[in-house]
């Protein structure tokens, strides 16, 4: 049995329109190629989960945090991820835990207890992503720091940006 | 006989369907900053380091609102006054370190102090600057006069 192409493929109401006037009893063959279309798509799909994929591990960044760069960095380790704004608001897992957190003073110790609580129910390894904007006063970082510390993170990574591409230095 | 016509037309339609929602979802959700990370040792995982591995000191660096001091332990550091645009003089800070770690190669620690008021930006760069020369195992601390 001979494989033949069906050359017409056009509804009723294709066949009435005008356009087909002078070639009522010809078929014509309107077909769009869609190859190319096809192909583009298969690739960039690839590409798009190569790219989402690329370090088995994603960081959300809120809109409202800048962090800073950096030449030198190593490759994003699976863990916890805790974020510190610039308005002092602290995240973990993305959920708001604490709002203007404050440098430390006499009455106040340097553990955070919200997010020591947060982070002693997933302890899963020794290593914690801390995202900070690029503006955060060191007074507060050395609050995150010590509650990760005291929560048993011994390795914090902090996660900057990937300034390869700008080098200064 | 004649011979009867056969579709053989592979219908692409659910394929594109397929193709134009992951793309969406894809694109929606990628992130297109690139991110790395500094690793940071915990004060107690510095301070329990095996011996051996502590009989080269660490080399210290102090980020004070003046300036940069830069040293070991048992030594007088060597300050880095901030330039006159008010940024810390990152260039004499990595010739520093160079000179640092060129005397004892197989160092690798490096003990950062950052005084409160320090920005975040500012330790990172510092951290940078200790990386790129091979000091790549940090332990961020606070400054005892903070």
Same mark, same amino acid.
């Given at each position: ?5 069906? $050359?017409? *493929? ?10 087909? *006037? =002078? ?38 960044? $809120? ?7 950096? @030449? ?18 602290? =995240? ?16 106040? *110790? ?16 020794? @290593?914690?992503? @801390? ?6 006063? =060191? $007074? ?9 510390? $005291? ?19 | 006989? #004649?011979? #009867? ?10 394929? /594109? ?5 992951? /793309? ?9 900053? &690139?991110?790395?990370? /500094? ?11 095996? !011996? ?13 609102? &003046?300036?940069?001091?830069?040293? !070991?332990?048992?030594?007088?550091? &060597? ?7 008010? !940024? ?18 197989? #160092? ?28 790549? &195992? /940090? ?8």
């Amino acid at each position: 049995m001979a494989v033949q192409i069906r $050359s017409v *493929r056009q509804s009723k109401r294709f066949q009435a329109m005008k356009l087909l *006037r =002078y070639h009522r009893d010809r078929s014509v063959d309107m077909h769009i190629n869609v190859t190319a279309l096809v192909d583009m798509m298969t690739v960039l799909v690839i590409f798009l989960l190569m790219q989402f994929n690329v370090s088995g591990q994603i960081l959300f960044i $809120s809109k409202d945090l800048r962090v800073p760069k950096a @030449v030198h960095v190593l490759e994003i380790a699976k863990g916890p991820l805790i974020a510190l704004t610039r308005a002092g608001d602290l =995240y973990f897992e993305g959920q708001l835990t604490k709002t203007k957190l404050t440098a430390p003073t006499a009455a106040n *110790r340097w553990e955070i207890a919200e997010l020591a609580d947060a982070l002693r129910a997933s302890h899963m390894s020794d @290593v914690v992503n @801390v995202q900070i904007d690029q503006n955060v006063d =060191y $007074s507060l970082i050395k609050r995150v720091l010590h509650t990760c510390e $005291s929560a048993g993170y011994r390795r914090i990574h902090l996660s900057v940006g990937d300034g390869r591409q700008d080098r200064k230095i | 006989m #004649r011979a #009867r016509s056969l579709s053989a037309f592979v219908n692409l339609v659910p394929y /594109i369907d397929l193709m134009t929602t992951i /793309i969406t979802f894809l694109m929606m959700t990628a992130i297109w900053t &690139q991110m790395g990370s /500094i690793d940071v040792q915990s004060q107690a995982a510095a301070s329990a380091a095996p !011996e051996n591995e502590l009989k080269v000191k660490p080399v210290l660096v102090m980020i004070t609102a &003046q300036g940069l001091m830069v040293g !070991e332990e048992d030594a007088k550091p &060597q300050t880095l006054l901030k330039t006159t645009n008010g !940024e810390y003089d990152l260039p004499a800070l990595k010739n520093a370190l160079l000179q640092l770690k060129s005397s004892h190669p197989e #160092r690798l620690e490096l003990g950062l102090f950052a005084a409160d008021g320090t920005k975040y930006q500012q330790i990172v760069q510092v951290m940078d600057v200790a990386t790129g020369i091979g000091l790549s &195992q /940090i332990s961020l601390q606070p400054l005892a006069t903070s």
